[in-house]
């Protein structure tokens, strides 16, 4: 009993409902947020230290110790301390959020320094110690102190002076030195930096004010972008203006996530090497952390889209070209050209034509690759007056309705689209989109137009398989019999269209 009573009285003495106070406001900031819970470390340490002085300061009265009093001025401290931590967690962890106000953690760390140390020397003051005389009488000491420190009172000046003017802020993407990342938080000591590697660089804050320091897609009042730039180089034999139309609508037409449309993407020439020209498609990134995907999938449209114009990425001058014997060279472009018949053979469109025209039309068959994600035709186009015969890959067929894009069929290898525009020069019907990597060959109205204009009663032929083909695909949609019901407007539908070939071909009256 004696020792409780004691403990109770120098509970009494040291102001223990500090302790009380800071068990109530950890609790309740730890509530409030879970960010506070490293706040309570050592918060927990001051209060258990101030525990220990006071059960080893009622130890001492109950055994009539005359050293009581060097105890009891160490269990005031840390409770001080104690109440000060848990005051700063309340402060910056509960009301500040609350009135939608955000303190850097480097403030709430040099704050309860401050506070702390002020409620320490306040403490020892009003039990007599004279720490002022004790601090001037040390010349010695505070010179090796303020040497050893300087270090660390650089690295907290530095964290105060980058929050304080703004010029980083947690969540910028920055360059210092060799290290690349985006900044996660700004301690006393250190600005922390995650890299793309998975990485987490701790950087002194001295060393950010002593160093330039680039902060990525800054500007003011722009939005947060960041240009890229993809270097390519294309031969010669390509005329500049030309690659650059290419390259530039390929990108910009693309709607690629990650890839601003304003401003909106450029092609240069940067500069004309031996035998190529340097290019540099220009683009801006909406999504700094994006860079490395982004720019690959800008590549890969850049060189689809080459393809598809007949050009080809630039060979190092110093390579050494073989040429090939005529035999080879006449077995692959047999190979090539029966490959392009076959596809021609599996559209009933031109099933109408003899050997000889299909030749024709598979020799001026243009090779045509898209990449995953390109839009190879766009609804309500009215110029591009072609037909795509797809070799391999999937591709998606899709209308849009009310704003809404609906998918409509699914097409494979084997397929073809776009015959209505071929013949009749109507708007594409739908969108169709790459699914995967696809492989087309493209047919259009110029190669075909030589083709009818030497045989003119083509066009009847063509317009009955067309009608046929869109009755078919009527009935099957509606549940309908071909025979039955769809005479008559076959009929119709075929001496429209074939009107409408004509009309197209400007072929003249029958």
Known sequence: ?????????????????????????????????????????PLGFFLSMHVLSLLGAAALVVS?????????????????VAFVGAAAVLLFHVVLPRLRLHAPRIVEDVTVAIFSVVTAVTITSRAGINLSGLIATSAVLTAILGFSLQDVIGNIAGGLALQLDNSIEVGDRIKVNDVSGRVVEIRWRYTAIETGN???VLVPNNVLMKSQVTVFGRRQGKPSYLRRVIHFNVDFRY????????????????????????PAPSCVLLDLGESYGRYALRYWLTDLDMDTPTD???????????????????????????????????????????RRKHLLEMVPLFQALSEAERTELAEQLKYAPFTRGEIIAHQGDAEQHCLYLVED??????????????????????????EMSLLTGTPRL????????????????????RVIEKRPELARELAAVLAQRAEELRAAREGVDVASEAAPSVVKAERDLFDRIRNFFELGAP
Not at 64 to 80: K, L, N, T
């Open 393 to 418: 890959g999937t591709a998606a067929v899709r209308i849009s309705e009310n704003g809404r894009q609906l998918p409509v069929k699914k097409l494979g290898p084997g397929s073809f689209f776009g």
């Open 430 to 449: 739908a969108t169709v989109v790459a699914e995967t990597d696809v492989e087309c060959f493209r047919l259009e109205k110029g190669p075909f137009q």
């Open 239 to 262: 005329q500049p203006s030309d690659v650059i139309d290419v390259v530039r609508d390929a990108v910009k037409n693309a709607k690629m996530p990650f890839v601003a449309e304003d």
């Open 198 to 200: 998975w990485e987490t």
């Open 64 to 80: 009539g110790s005359s050293f009581v009093d060097e105890i009891r001025i160490p269990a005031a401290v840390f409770g001080g």
């Open 296 to 338: 690959s999938d800008v590549r890969t449209r850049i060189f689809f889209a080459l393809e598809r114009a007949g050009m080809h990425l630039a060979i190092p001058a110093a390579s050494v070209l073989v040429t090939e014997e005529a035999s080879r060279a006449a077995q692959k472009h047999a190979k090539r050209l029966s």
């Open 1 to 41: 009993m004696a020792f409780l009573y004691a403990l109770w009285k120098e509970a009494l003495l040291a102001h223990t409902f500090w302790l009380l106070t800071a068990l109530v406001i950890a609790l309740v900031a730890s509530r409030f947020d879970t960010s506070s819970e490293p706040r309570l470390r």
